[in-house]
């Protein structure tokens, strides 16, 4: 089914949940804490606990995403993203990048569930990079660059990127979306003519890909 996608402004959510390919599982974010839960409600667990210390502050965990494999969530916090088992084991560090260029990593898995994706500082740059998932843990640079992308006003800074269909993805910076080819090339702005464009402006954030033609809120 052909897709579109939906822009928001003055979002209040960051994607914090998502649910397992076998539907059996919900990944979510509650304060500082990663968990996961059951699909019936039940078996609610803490899979990574915060806070995470570094530079000035304390932060979270948060921003899962599933693959394939049902039994393994993806998630990040500041300069790093990771994956973990949904009960708790196996956690570990798949990619680091340059605090504090990219603040949060947030990564989309592609929907062949074989990439991922994240804006993050290496070498001193930022972008949105991608990175085969059979090839984690590598290094930031190992992830091949689709575009220079700075840092988003709005939705807590990371680039929140959406993987969508015709291997596009939508992300955040300054104050707007833009999209991009996976494979690589300028970024074109979606949402100018909503923002204005100006630092006193509404900001878009938090952007979803959904079917066509399905009705908005």
């Known amino acids: 089914m052909a897709t579109a996608v939906i822009?928001?402004?003055?979002?209040?959510?960051c994607g914090a949940r998502t649910v397992a390919p076998d539907r059996r599982t919900v990944a979510?974010?509650?304060?500082?804490?990663?968990?996961?839960?059951?699909?019936?409600g039940a078996n609610d667990r803490v899979l990574a606990r915060g806070p995470y210390a570094r530079g000035c502050c304390d932060w979270g965990y948060g921003h899962p995403a599933f693959a394939r494999d049902p039994n393994t969530v993806y998630f990040a916090t500041v300069d790093?993203?990771?994956?973990?088992?949904?009960d708790g084991t196996h956690r570990r560090t798949?990619?680091?990048?340059?605090?504090?260029?990219?603040v949060f990593p947030n990564a989309a898995v592609s929907p062949d569930r074989l990439r991922i994706a994240a804006g993050i500082g290496c070498r001193g740059t930022q972008s949105?990079?991608?990175w085969s998932l059979a090839?984690?843990?590598?290094g930031c640079e190992t992830g091949a660059v689709v575009t220079a992308a700075h840092a988003s006003i709005e939705g807590n800074e990371s680039n929140d990127p959406a993987w969508g269909p015709?291997?596009?993805?939508?992300?955040q910076q300054d104050r707007d979306?833009?999209?991009?080819?996976?494979?690589?090339?300028?970024?074109?702005?979606?949402?100018a003519a909503l923002t204005g464009g100006d630092a006193s402006s509404a900001g878009a954030a938090y952007p979803a890909w959904v079917p066509l033609g399905a009705p908005l809120p």
């Not at 822009?7 to 959510?13: K, N, Y």
């Not at 979510?28 to 059951?38: E, R």
């Not at 979306?177 to 949402?191: C, E, I, Q, S, W």
């Open 166 to 171: 015709g291997d596009r993805i939508v992300f």
């Open 177 to 191: 979306l833009y999209v991009v080819d996976a494979a690589g090339g300028v970024a074109r702005n979606l949402t």
């Open 80 to 86: 790093h993203f990771e994956s973990v088992g949904i």
């Open 94 to 102: 798949l990619v680091s990048g340059e605090f504090p260029i990219a």
């Open 28 to 40: 979510y974010a509650s304060g500082l804490d990663l968990h996961a839960v059951d699909w019936t």
């Open 7 to 13: 822009t928001v402004s003055l979002a209040i959510g």
């Open 135 to 138: 090839a984690l843990p590598a």
């Open 128 to 130: 949105l990079r991608v």
